[in-house]
C-alpha cells in the first residue's frame, strides 16, 4: 500500500521556524513530483511549494512564501521535506503533502497525505 506520511506540524511563535517531513512508503516505482499545500479554516486549499522529481528538481513556490520556505527531498530517505522560517499568522493551516507517482501495480497516480497541522500564535 502507498503512503505518504506528514509530520512536523506544531504551535510556533510568529518569526518561528518548523520543519515539515512527508515519509513515502510502499510500491513506488517513479516519482514525478511532489509538493505542499495548506488549508486554513473557512479557505480553499492552495499550492505552497512542488519540486520536480528529477535532475533539474525544480521548484515553485506560491509568492506568499518566496524566500520564507524551502522545499527539498531525500532521495534516500523517499522524504520530502518543507523548511518553514519566518512564519506569519498567515501560514497557518493543515499542511498536506502531495506526490505525482508511478506506483505497482496501477500505473500513474496522485496521492494526498492526511495533512500535519501548523499553528502560528503568540
Known amino acids: 500500500q502507498v503512503q505518504f506520511v506528514e509530520s512536523g506540524g506544531g504551535l510556533v511563535q510568529p518569526g518561528g521556524s518548523l520543519r515539515l517531513s512527508c515519509a513515502a512508503s510502499?510500491?513506488?516505482?517513479?516519482?514525478?513530483?511532489m509538493g505542499w499545500y495548506r488549508q486554513a479554516p473557512g479557505k480553499q486549499r492552495e499550492l505552497v511549494a512542488t519540486?520536480?522529481?528529477?535532475?533539474?528538481?525544480?521548484?515553485n513556490y506560491a509568492d506568499s512564501v518566496k524566500g520564507r520556505f524551502t522545499i527539498s527531498r531525500d532521495n534516500a530517505k523517499n522524504t520530502m521535506y518543507l523548511q518553514m522560517n519566518s512564519l506569519k499568522v498567515e501560514d497557518a493551516g493543515v499542511y498536506y503533502c502531495n506526490a505525482d507517482v508511478r506506483v505497482y501495480p496501477g500505473g500513474r497516480k496522485e496521492y494526498w497525505g492526511q495533512g500535519t497541522q501548523v499553528t502560528v500564535s503568540s
Open positions: 510502499g510500491n513506488i516505482v517513479r516519482t514525478y513530483a
Open positions: 519540486i520536480t522529481i528529477d535532475s533539474s528538481s525544480s521548484t
